[in-house]
């Protein structure tokens, strides 16, 4: 969990993530910047997420479950 809190810290260029952060309660978290979360994580993680893996990340707790679920 931390490992993708810092990736999305480093994505979003902001230090006010956490387990609670959703893309509703963080205004960096916008469309564009939700690619460049997946990418990060994609090439930080080794993995690669499908479409709809992809569309199901709205939440670091989510984007936890679906990483944890690729182990």
Do not use: P, Y
């Not at 893309?23 to 479409?51: G, M, P, Q, Y």
């Not at 709809?52 to 670091?60: A, G, I, L």
């Amino acid at each position: 969990m931390e490992q993708i809190i810092e990736i999305l810290k480093n994505a979003l260029g902001t230090d006010n993530i956490n387990e609670d952060t959703t893309k509703e309660n963080c205004e960096e978290w916008d469309s564009f910047n939700h690619l460049v979360v997946v990418a990060d994580l994609e090439r930080e993680l080794s993995v690669e997420f499908t479409i709809e893996e992809t569309e199901r990340m709205d939440s670091v707790k989510d984007i936890f479950e679906i990483v944890k679920a690729k182990a």
